[in-house]
Nanobody, 118 residues
């Protein structure tokens, strides 16, 4: 799996929105977004099937975040709405061993920082 490059992070007020992008060899792979907040372990956020027709989310982001993909652009997206301070973290994209398990392959990139202010 080639290196993936995340972008689109930034600072935003609570209630705001951001869209993250992940460019690389994503076409056809099950893909996921993960995040790591300061002092906490990396956690699952969202996953999308290689077909793009199935998605799933962590309970904490369901209804607020949307994962999508455009394989023609080799790009994975994470639309984040109604952001909360607890969404503050470094966000990473990664290919998954399978959509069902949502286990990351583990070749992490640099990530992109999202900071949500109250």
């Amino acid at each position: 799996q080639a290196q993936l490059a995340e972008s689109g992070g930034g600072s935003v007020q609570a209630g705001g929105s951001l869209t993250l992008s992940c460019v690389g060899s994503v076409s056809g792979y099950p893909m996921g977004w993960f995040r790591q907040a300061p002092g906490k372990e990396r956690e699952f956020v969202a996953a999308i099937h290689g077909s793009g027709r199935r998605t799933k989310y962590a309970d904490s982001v369901t209804g607020r975040f949307t994962i999508s993909r455009d394989d023609s652009k080799n790009t994975l997206y994470l639309q984040m709405n109604s952001l909360k301070t607890e969404d503050t973290a470094v966000y990473y994209c990664e290919a998954l061993t399978s959509y069902g398990l949502a286990e990351p392959l583990g070749s992490w990139g640099q990530g992109t920082q999202v900071t949500v202010a109250s």
